[in-house]
T-cell receptor, first 109, second 112 residues
Framework: AQRVTQPEKLLSVFKGAPVELKCNYS??????LFWYVQYSRQRLQLLLR??SRESIKGFTADLNKGETSFHLKKPFAQEEDSAMYYC???????????FGAGTRLFVKA | DGGITQSPKYLFRKEGQNVTLSCEQN?????MYWYRQDPGQGLRLIYY???????QKGDIAEGYSVSREKKESFPLTVTSAQKNPTAFYLC???????????FGSGTRLTVV
């Protein structure tokens, strides 16, 4: 069965420190993976997609099929990065998406 | 301003009553979705619709019903058969594979 696991419920780092939010998935086909972010009092929004191999707000994520991981990374965390982050896996042609339980990132000054 | 509008923002329901949550989008997206968000559990799929007049059950469809009579609208009815309806409900839409979802701001339903 498809599954997305985010092992950390809470991640706290200092401003300027590197940050890595972990995501592991279970899926037998070719995955479509995403990271979504929810800032305080804002709606859930798409952060980045693995197929576009883009960097958004300094964040990157690389799909590692061998380790079935899609970790989100940023070399220097900023206070405005504090938010809830969800990893997501889409399948059935993109019409079904399952989400991890989320990781709350707290960047301390 | 393009996007998804969910209403109401807060909804209170007495036990035994059905309630309908509204979701409207003006993004011209074909696909629409309803998710339920509970603390510590992430988002769980209730129903989804790939096209008008068609919809499919998600992982937790019991006690819920939907309709898709117009491309722009995908209302969710929480029936009295739903055993634990108190939750945060999110509507989303998508233009297709690989594009990700656009989410509404959510409706918080409380059973009193």
């Amino acid at each position: 069965a498809q599954r997305v696991t985010q092992p950390e419920k809470l991640l706290s780092v200092f401003k300027g420190a590197p940050v890595e939010l972990k995501c592991n998935y279970s899926y037998s086909g070719s995955p479509e993976l995403f990271w979504y972010v929810q800032y305080s009092r804002q709606r859930l929004q798409l952060l980045l997609r693995h197929i576009s191999r883009e960097s958004i707000k300094g964040f990157t994520a690389d799909l590692n099929k061998g380790e079935t991981s899609f970790h989100l990374k940023k070399p220097f965390a900023q206070e405005e990065d504090s938010a809830m982050y969800y990893c997501a896996l889409s399948y059935t042609g993109g019409f079904k998406t399952i989400f991890g339980a989320g990781t709350r990132l707290f960047v301390k000054a | 301003d393009g996007g998804i509008t969910q209403s109401p923002k807060y909804l209170f329901r007495k036990e035994g009553q059905n309630v309908t949550l509204s979701c409207e989008q003006n993004l011209n997206h074909d696909a629409m979705y309803w998710y339920r968000q509970d603390p510590g559990q992430g988002l769980r799929l209730i129903y989804y619709s790939q096209i008008v007049n068609d919809f499919q059950k998600g992982d937790i469809a019991e006690g819920y019903s939907v309709s898709r009579e117009k491309k722009e609208s995908f209302p969710l009815t929480v029936t009295s058969a739903q055993k634990n309806p108190t939750a945060f409900y999110l509507c989303a839409s998508s233009s297709g594979t690989g594009h990700g979802y656009t989410f509404g701001s959510g409706t918080r339903l409380t059973v009193v």
